[in-house]
């Protein structure tokens, strides 16, 4: 199983970038994907998930109205839309996959490579 995020960048403060997660080596409908950010000196932190059919996703109170999560099965992708972006979100952004969704980072099996998104002020 790998997964390959992709989409990061630099970006002002207000403006949008869209992540994307591929996943290879897995059906599309046996996992969910969970977005979690570490930005330097701090913790991985919990963004968002959502299920395998893409029916129901969980946010952090930090991204929630700002962020969107879906998911293209056909393609095994999973998007991160970010709009409205604050310099508070500038970290590196790790996608995951696991059989059920979780807010908890240990609960998934497999990780992505990061993606850098920086956003200025």
């Known amino acids: 199983v790998q997964l390959q995020a992709s989409g990061g960048g630099s970006v002002q403060a207000g403006g949008s970038l869209r992540l994307s997660c591929v996943a290879s080596?897995?059906?599309?409908?046996?996992?969910?994907v969970g977005w979690f950010r570490q930005a330097p000196g701090k913790e991985r932190e919990f963004v968002a998930a959502?299920?395998?059919?893409?029916?129901?996703?969980y946010y952090a109170e930090s991204v929630k109205g700002r962020f969107t999560i879906s998911r293209d099965n056909a393609k095994n992708t999973v998007y991160l839309q970010m709009n409205s972006l604050k310099p508070e979100d500038t970290a590196v952004y790790y996608c995951?996959?696991?059989?059920?969704?979780?807010?908890?980072?240990?609960?998934?099996?497999?990780w992505g490579r990061g993606t850098l998104v920086t956003v200025s002020s």
């Open positions: 995951a996959a696991n059989g059920g969704m979780s807010r908890i980072g240990s609960r998934y099996d497999y």
């Open positions: 959502v299920t395998w059919s893409g029916s129901k996703a």
């Open positions: 080596g897995i059906p599309s409908d046996s996992y969910a």
